[in-house]
């Protein structure tokens, strides 16, 4: 298996823990396709880090300035993606999707297509 079928078997792996984790949630996983194209980790193995602010990080680009203390207070590892997700399940309870507002243009018109 070459790096291309590589990247491309972790990424189908990725987005269908992801459609599993978040399936009472559908919004959820069109903001991971949105935010990360349901990708954690890159070709090398590291985590996903955000293109505008390396800070956000993993399938869910999760903000660790931002969240990183709380997740930690949570016992979770935002570079870890069951945790990753974990947390992303828990802003969602808390705050809703405003979390994940800057990638609405992606992730709303999809919602509004189904």
């Keep these: 298996m070459d790096t291309t079928e590589q990247v ?3 990424t189908t792996n990725t987005e269908a823990e992801v459609r ?3 399936s009472d949630i559908p919004v ?3 903001v991971a396709r949105c ?3 349901f990708r954690h980790t890159l070709e090398d193995g590291t985590v996903l880090k955000g293109r505008v602010d390396p800070r ?3 399938v869910m680009q999760i903000n660790s300035f931002y969240h990183g203390k ?3 207070e949570l016992g979770l590892d935002l570079l870890n993606l069951e945790d ?3 947390y992303a399940r828990y802003l969602y309870e808390t705050q809703g999707i405003a979390p994940w507002n ?3 243009s992606c992730w709303g018109v999809t919602l509004a297509s189904l």
């Design 28 to 30: 959820m996983i069109q």
């Design 84 to 86: 990753n997700m974990a």
């Design 70 to 72: 709380k997740a930690a």
């Design 35 to 37: 935010e990360s194209g």
């Design 8 to 10: 491309a078997t972790v």
């Design 20 to 22: 599993k984790y978040f």
């Design 56 to 58: 956000d990080t993993g």
């Design 102 to 104: 800057a990638s609405s």
